[in-house]
């Protein structure tokens, strides 16, 4: 191993001499240089090779070439970058190649390499290795269209191109790699225009013999600048992934490139004929017919018409939801045409009420949108329609319950509601039902009435949520009935660690403290939860220390070594000693 380093190291006496002789590194800078190299290829020529001994070399070495641009705009000194440059650049080259070749399976050295790569400006190498990574990673469909990519923007189409088409026989079903082949074409097909472009202005008289050369490379040009390539391929993707919404997605794509009308005409055709009853399609020429030109009266009846004829041969839902959003997203475009747009969003919501398409988005909507004063009749029956499909949904309950709370008249008016709601309603969202009737009765002025309501059923509910919103909606009571609350209720199970939590936040926020009720919460919070949690036993210690009696101390800490689980001990132990130190 010594023989390999001592050959490293004499390789690179030039370098440094040259370091050292032009000014760029000091004598003590070039030892400290000469040992750092020497250490580091020690570590990268041991038996058991690390990443990181990789790594770190290569950032050595990196930061000693930025090191060496510093120094030379310093001094000005602008020569010799072959014989030292070159020299670290070429050996971090060489690190990242045993680094890839050893760490094969690791994306990010690869990634890494190409890099370091691209900003040295080596586009041979990065190419080279893009060829690598591929025979590798060939998984991925990501790194082919890198690789293109990379190819196409050093101008090389003609190799990107084999790269995409590659790619595609490991991934023929891939939709992202057939969108970014088309796109690929397109873009080339741009760059040839936009260099037909540039070489006309500068064309002058030829003789005729040139002229008859010409011709057959302008029809090949004229080929390709009318898109043929770009409608092959589309086909070719269209074949493979025979799927409305990807050949939508491809149109959409080719529409922004206003140079591609045939391709566009393609793939409309190929959705009229192929996929004239998908639901992607249908929407995509309902879309279009906004796009004419004419004024928004006249377009929006033709876009609907496209829709209900699709929808009444097809009570497809997802086709619905289409329209549905279509109409929701125009006014933001269309302004000064809410009016029209209402009415046809109406007419639409009605149909799918009746084909029971609407979902819980779309009933949402509706109900904000009718849910005014003196229109309650109307919010209600819809309510009603929205809860049978979706019984278990929280928000259609609340505003059922807020209907009935607004009414007023007799507590019969809303008990039918809430049991209902809570009967249909899971477990956790009880507790946003409970808070939400409170609110409601709240600002109705029927408090009590919510208060007594809540009370009966958190003694018929085994519930420790609903514990602990009645503590917290009897705090506003007064502290003597906080404590007859949490004391019916702290012994019984399910316990809830959030009931005495709550509790001493009710205890500590007095102006005189009852230490004897602090303790009694902290103990009984300690036993139900102290066994799998460290915090309740430091808390309880902290408070004794600060605001109670230090010599309750010993007691608690005994009581919570015997009482923890093994492996949390140590946990406890470090934090006493953090928080004496502190």
């Known amino acids: 191993m010594a023989e390999y380093v001592e050959q490293r190291m004499e390789e690179m006496i030039p370098e440094v001499e040259e370091l050292e002789r032009v000014g760029l590194l000091n004598s003590r800078e070039v030892k400290e240089l000469i040992k750092k190299r020497k250490h580091f290829e020690y570590k990268i020529q041991k038996r058991t090779k690390k990443k990181e001994d990789f790594l770190n070399y290569i950032e050595y070495e990196s930061n000693l070439l930025s090191l060496i641009a510093l120094r030379r705009d310093e001094i000005g000194y602008h020569h010799k970058k072959g014989q030292i440059e070159a020299g670290i650049k070429s050996r971090i080259n060489k690190l990242y190649k045993i680094l890839c070749h050893r760490w094969q399976s690791d994306m990010k050295i690869w990634l890494s390499h190409i ?19 591929l025979q590798v990673h060939s998984n991925n469909p990501k790194l082919w269209i890198s690789a293109a990519k990379f190819e196409f923007e050093c101008g090389a189409a003609e190799s990107g191109r084999q790269i995409m088409l590659r790619g595609l026989r490991f991934h023929p079903t891939s939709r992202l790699l057939h969108k970014e082949y088309i796109k690929f074409e397109l873009l080339f097909v741009e760059k040839l225009m936009a260099r037909k472009k540039l070489l006309s202005l500068k064309k002058e008289e030829k003789e005729e013999d040139e002229e008859e050369e010409e011709k057959d490379d302008v029809g090949v040009d004229d080929s390709i600048l009318r898109c043929d390539l770009v409608n092959l391929v589309v086909q070719a993707a269209m074949n493979a992934i025979p799927e409305a919404d990807f050949v939508v997605s491809i149109f959409l794509l080719v529409r922004q490139f206003p140079f591609a009308g045939s391709v566009q005409q393609t793939l409309l055709t190929s959705l009229d004929t192929r996929f004239s009853d998908q639901p992607a399609a249908v929407d995509a020429r309902a879309r279009l ?29 997802e086709l619905f939801h289409l329209a549905f959003s279509t109409l929701t997203e125009l006014p933001n475009s269309a302004k000064g045409s809410s009016h029209l747009i209402l009415r046809e969003l109406l007419q639409l919501l009605q149909f799918g009420q009746e084909e029971k398409l609407l979902n819980v988005g779309e009933y949402n909507f509706w109900l904000k949108l009718i849910n005014v004063e003196g229109n309650e009749a109307q919010t209600q029956q819809l309510l009603q329609d929205a809860l049978v499909k979706y019984p278990k949904h929280v928000d259609f309950w609340r505003l059922k319950l807020e209907l009935d709370v607004r009414r007023g008249g007799e507590k019969e008016n809303y008990l039918d509601s809430l049991n209902s709601a809570l ?47 009645l503590l917290e909606r009897t705090r506003e009571k007064g502290l003597n009935q906080s404590r007859a609350v949490y004391s019916k209720y702290k012994l019984l199970p399910p316990f809830n660690e959030n009931l005495h939590k709550l509790m001493l936040e009710i205890e500590l926020e007095q102006t005189k403290l009852n230490k004897k009720q602090i303790r009694d919460v902290n103990s009984t919070l300690c036993n139900q939860f102290g066994a799998k949690d460290v915090q309740v036993w430091i808390n309880w210690i902290s408070w004794e220390e600060s605001n109670g009696s230090v010599l309750e101390v010993p007691n608690i800490v005994c009581r919570a070594e015997a009482s923890l689980d093994k492996d949390l001990l140590k946990k406890f132990t470090t934090l006493r000693e953090f928080s004496a130190a502190v």
């Open 289 to 317: 017919q906004l796009e004419q030109d004419g004024k928004m009266k006249e377009l929006l009846p033709r876009c609907m018409a496209v829709y209900k004829d699709s929808l009444n041969q097809n009570k497809s839902a």
């Open 115 to 133: 890099d370091w790569l691209t900003k040295m400006n080596w586009k041979s190498s990065v190419s080279k290795v893009n060829l690598r990574l």
């Open 423 to 469: 009967s249909a309603v899971s477990t956790p969202d009880k507790e946003k039902m409970w808070n939400a009737f409170i609110q409601m009765m709240n600002k109705a002025g029927r408090g009590e009435e919510a208060y007594a309501q809540l009370e009966l059923a958190t003694e018929k509910e085994n519930l420790g949520d609903l514990r602990v919103l």
